[in-house]
């Protein structure tokens, strides 16, 4: 059974850090590239970062860039999304996703399979 499973989330305060995973199981991930979304409640999910399948290649959405670092482990089955100064709007259940189609994308309709998310919530 092909399964995606994240975890890491939390509360955390304003400038905070938290590290996300997102582990592959029923499949190996070295063949994916993997894509981090999230969605915050009454909004759209949105395309937040995204890995190539051998990690040389990472694309952030402007509102993360310089503060979210995408980095996997292919010997691990696990991509990571590492989180820095975090803000209020940072706020969603973040979702990873894996696509076969092996092209850079924070399009939400080009991935395969998704996991079942994790809160994050940053407040004060």
């Known amino acids: 059974q092909v399964q995606l499973v994240e975890s890491g989330g939390g509360l955390v305060q304003p400038g905070g850090s938290l590290r996300l995973s997102c582990a592959a199981s029923g499949f190996t991930l070295d063949r994916y590239y993997i894509g981090w979304f999230r969605q915050a409640p009454g909004k759209e999910r949105e395309g937040v970062s995204c890995?190539?399948?051998?990690?040389?290649?990472?694309y952030y959405a402007d509102s993360v860039k310089g503060r979210f670092i995408i980095s996997r482990d292919n010997a691990k089955n696990t991509v990571y999304l590492h989180m820095d100064s975090l803000k209020l709007e940072d706020t969603a259940v973040y979702y990873c996703?894996?696509?076969?189609?092996?092209?850079?994308?924070?399009?939400?309709?080009?991935?395969?399979?998704w996991g079942q998310g994790t809160q994050v919530t940053v407040s004060s």
């Open positions: 890995i190539t399948s051998s990690g040389t290649i990472t």
């Open positions: 996703a894996a696509t076969s189609r092996l092209r850079v994308s924070l399009r939400s309709s080009e991935y395969d399979y």
